[in-house]
């Protein structure tokens, strides 16, 4: 396997690219593609076609490949790579649960090869409002494939406007659905992690009281109240509610402890302050134990590369390319070190890099078991074996 990563303003500059990337004899099989939703999705999947190479693609949120970033514009991962090693699946979910989706997504996967591995690019919201439950994904595919199975990708973005998000193939695209790039894992190596990198601090709290993404009581007490004061300071004084996302809940995530699983991180969106709640992006159990997070800082981007550091040296390889999934809040919190983390993936690896800001990751927990995360940075090394 031999990659190139290519990037571009317009279909145009990307056409050029592809063309100078070729010029020398590259002749790629397969493209993933990170484009965002102002540029013309059709335009650049037909200058791909037209040199019969296959797509997968999503919708991105600031887009990215080695050594450059983005925003509004297009990245693309060319891979020049057996076509027998490799297929594309689509899943588009219309009428069909989420589950069954899932199930027959993992179903093909398992007709095509005999260890299948997987890349993953679902939407995550639609432009009615409706959410795609990334849990429910990962853990049917997980149901039918068995817990050793290898996972790693990301949920579309739409630039932060959250107006609909879109996963493509040659041909097709939905706003609710999947897009899989499925690997022979005899052929292929996939070598990654997702981590976030926030560190927990103080005891374990409990919630006393919750009803799917409203926490209103912490340790018995009122949730605002408690978060606030664990801050230090009152933000509920902001009347736009997205103004205490951006200069709190991204910064600040709620650590949600799971038995015998990775903390789920989870973020304050926002508060009721009439029922002293807070607002989260994701649904909470009554009874679930979570830690406060410290405050980002250089540290979280030297989790994230010592780690890969460290599963380079143990496997003793190089990658053929590297594909990155890194939550688009962490580009806000972490501002111009989530570059940084980036370049230095792709700089550890020695590999052509390319990857995008998601509103969701999938991929490899630290203990080994595959999950759907938030606030993380899942990256994933391939190497033609």
């Not at 699946?89 to 095509?112: N, S, W």
């Not at 890349?119 to 990334?134: E, N, Y």
Request: proline share 3%; glycine share 8%.
């Amino acid at each position: 396997m031999t990659a190139q990563s290519i990037r571009g303003k317009s279909p145009e500059e990307i056409q050029s690219a592809l063309l100078q990337s070729m010029a020398d004899g590259f002749k790629p099989t397969l493209s993933i593609v990170f484009i965002s939703i102002k540029q013309d999705r059709k335009a650049v999947c037909e200058i791909l076609h037209q040199k019969e190479i296959d797509i997968i693609g999503a919708t991105s949120s600031t887009e990215f490949t080695d050594g450059q970033q983005s925003t509004g514009e297009i990245a693309i991962l060319l891979l020049d790579i057996n076509k027998n090693d490799y297929c594309i699946l689509f899943e588009d979910i219309a009428e069909r649960t989420l589950a069954d989706a899932a199930m027959q997504l993992a179903e093909t996967a398992l007709q095509k090869f005999r260890k299948p591995a997987f890349i993953i690019c679902s939407t995550s919201i639609t432009a009615t409002g409706t959410m795609l439950d990334g849990e429910t994904l990962i853990r049917n595919i997980e149901k039918r494939v068995g817990p050793d199975m290898q996972l790693f990708g990301g949920m579309a973005g739409d630039d932060m406007s959250f107006t609909g998000t879109f996963v493509f193939t040659s041909g097709r695209s939905t706003g609710y659905g999947i897009a899989a790039l499925i690997f022979n894992g005899d052929k292929i190596d996939m070598y990654g992690v997702a981590l976030s990198g926030w560190q927990p601090i103080g005891l374990s709290k409990t919630i006393t009281k919750s009803k799917k993404n409203l926490l209103y009581e912490i340790d018995g007490k009122p949730a605002l109240e408690m978060y606030l004061r664990f801050l230090g300071e009152d933000f509920t004084s902001v009347d736009d509610q997205s103004k205490f996302f951006d200069s709190v809940g991204l910064y600040y995530p709620l650590q949600i402890e799971r038995k015998e699983r990775e903390p789920m991180m989870c973020n304050p969106m926002g508060y009721n302050k009439d029922e002293n709640a807070l607002i989260l992006e994701s649904d909470v159990e009554e009874g679930s134990h979570f830690r406060f997070s410290t405050p980002p800082d250089f540290s979280i981007i030297e989790t994230v590369i010592e780690k890969a550091k460290e599963i380079r040296e143990s496997e003793g390889k190089d990658a053929d390319a590297v594909l990155v999934f890194s939550c688009a809040s962490r580009l806000s919190a972490l501002g111009p070190m989530a570059q940084q983390e980036n370049d230095g993936l792709a700089e550890t690896w020695k590999a052509p890099m390319a990857g995008f800001y998601t509103y969701g990751e999938f991929g490899r927990a630290v203990n080994g078991k595959h999950e759907f995360h938030s606030t993380t940075c899942s990256w994933v090394a391939l190497k033609e074996k």
